[in-house]
Every structure is written in structure tokens, then in C-alpha cells.
Nanobody
């Protein structure tokens, strides 16, 4: 049982930075790998990044490498997404999600996640 709430979205200029937070609750939060996804208007949900339960391993979509950094602080029940060098095409609703244990699908597949936040809007101006 995991509940997730994203925050930190907003309007930024191209080239700027933003840090998103995902606050989780639930007894097993620290045992879940976590992921960030995004969905732009009229487009499919897209994988952004994922992090293992301990934070030792991270995964990124190729287009995010070098610009986005995922991290977590299990003591605070929070996962973060630090975004830099933002581009207008990064504009989307960003969601955090908790991955189920023993998932058969890769980190990039949303079907391997069992809990989702409501999302936070990120808008990058040209």
C-alpha cells in the first residue's frame, strides 16, 4: 500500500532547472523501486527515469541522460527528479510511480508499476 503525491512543477524558461518531489506514504515505500514518467498533451505516457529500492541503481531514457537525475531519500519517503537544461519538449505532466516487486517488465514499462501519483505539471517556455 503506497500513496504518492508529486510536487515541484511549474513554469520555467528553456535552459532552466526544476526539481520535482514525490512524497510517499505506506509501510513498504522503501522496498519499492520508483519511476518517473511524463505525458504531454495528446501523447502517450513516456518513461523518464527509475531508481532501485535502495537507490543504488538508476535508469534513464536516452533523451534524459545527462539532463535529469533521479534520487531518493527513504528516510524522508521521498523520491526526486532533478531536471536541468530544460527544453520546451519537456513540457508535460510528470508522474511518479512505485514499481511492484518481481516485475516481469522492464523499468520503462508503466505496466510494471502498481501505484501512481496524480502528477505535477511542468511547462517549459521557448
Amino acid at each position: 500500500q503506497v500513496q504518492l503525491v508529486e510536487s515541484g512543477g511549474g513554469l520555467v524558461q528553456a535552459g532552466g532547472s526544476l526539481r520535482l518531489s514525490c512524497a510517499g506514504s505506506g509501510r513498504t515505500f522503501s522496498n519499492n523501486a520508483m519511476g518517473w514518467f511524463r505525458q504531454a498533451s495528446g501523447k502517450e505516457r513516456e518513461f523518464v527515469a527509475a531508481i532501485s529500492w535502495s537507490g543504488a541503481s538508476t535508469y534513464y531514457a536516452d533523451s534524459m541522460k545527462g539532463r535529469f537525475t533521479i534520487s531518493r531519500d527513504n528516510a524522508k519517503n521521498t523520491v526526486y527528479l532533478q531536471m536541468s537544461s530544460l527544453k520546451p519538449e519537456d513540457t508535460a505532466v510528470y508522474y511518479c510511480a512505485a514499481r511492484r516487486s518481481g516485475a516481469y517488465y522492464p523499468e520503462s514499462d508503466p505496466s510494471s508499476y502498481v501505484a501512481w501519483g496524480q502528477g505535477t505539471q511542468v511547462t517549459v517556455s521557448s
